[in-house]
């Protein structure tokens, strides 16, 4: 079973819609969680650390579920500039500088 | 400040050929990765370094790969005897504690 389950999508969403994106993972150990987005044919980037008590920067929402081990990213008032692939990321505990587990992927698409 | 970079930006070769990839992280970075990622597909993590040690070399694909970092900075990547399937961006990261992975723009590997 693969450390980090996505649904790959594709999202497609009219602008201004709200969109949600869903991520499991396996290791009940895990510590830290994360998503990154990825524009076509760039590098992953750091959107957000997820904290246990949910957060939010500006139009995005992050939560998490420790015990069912699930992870959440929400999108309100979509823009086309949100179109790229939105990766789930966690560490799990041990190093603070081990490995990071990603996603596949989600993408997401937002069309006028 | 400079960000994490890599060259060559792209490299094309012949199978059976031998490559070397670089990574410059960013400076003071203890902890270094590398990943690749095939055209759609999530990354795949390959290996790890925390100071010049490899903690973590499980993803490495086969006995063909290899990767060293020396005085705890810049990493080489090398792929022996390179195969068709080995084609991908090979993507390089790097980190320090209480910071997030930085990525590099990556390599894009073609063997023909």
């Known amino acids: 079973r693969k450390e980090v389950e996505q649904d790959p999508g594709p999202f497609n969403v009219p602008e201004g819609a709200t969109v949600a994106f869903n991520c499991t993972y396996s290791?009940?150990?895990?510590?830290?969680f994360f998503w990154y987005r990825q524009d076509c044919r760039k590098e992953p980037k750091l959107l957000m650390s997820?904290?246990?008590s949910g957060n939010e920067d500006g139009r995005f929402t992050a939560q998490l579920n420790r015990a069912s081990q699930y992870i959440s990213l929400l999108i309100r008032d979509s823009k086309l500039s949100d179109s790229a692939t939105y990766l789930c990321?966690?560490?799990?505990?041990?190093?603070?500088?081990?490995?990071?587990?990603f996603g596949r992927g989600t993408q997401l698409t937002v069309w006028p | 400040g400079a960000g994490v970079s890599q060259s060559p930006s792209n490299k094309v070769t012949e199978k059976g050929k031998d490559v070397e990839l670089r990574c410059d992280p960013i400076?003071?970075?203890?902890?270094l990765y590398w990943y690749r990622q095939s055209l759609g597909q999530g990354l795949e993590f390959l290996i790890y370094?925390?100071?010049?040690?490899?903690?973590?070399k499980s993803g490495l694909p086969s006995d063909r790969f290899s990767a060293e970092r020396t005085g705890g900075s810049v990493s080489t990547l090398t792929i022996q005897r390179t195969q068709q399937e080995d084609s991908a961006v090979y993507l390089c990261?790097?980190?320090?504690?209480?910071?997030?992975?930085?990525f590099g723009p990556g390599t894009r590997l073609t063997v023909l």
């Open positions: 990261a790097s980190r320090t504690v209480g910071n997030e992975q930085f």
């Open positions: 290791n009940s150990a895990s510590q830290s």
């Open positions: 997820v904290y246990s």
């Open positions: 990321v966690v560490k799990n505990r041990g190093s603070t500088l081990g490995r990071l587990y």
């Open positions: 400076s003071g970075h203890t902890a």
């Open positions: 370094f925390q100071g010049n040690s490899a903690p973590d």
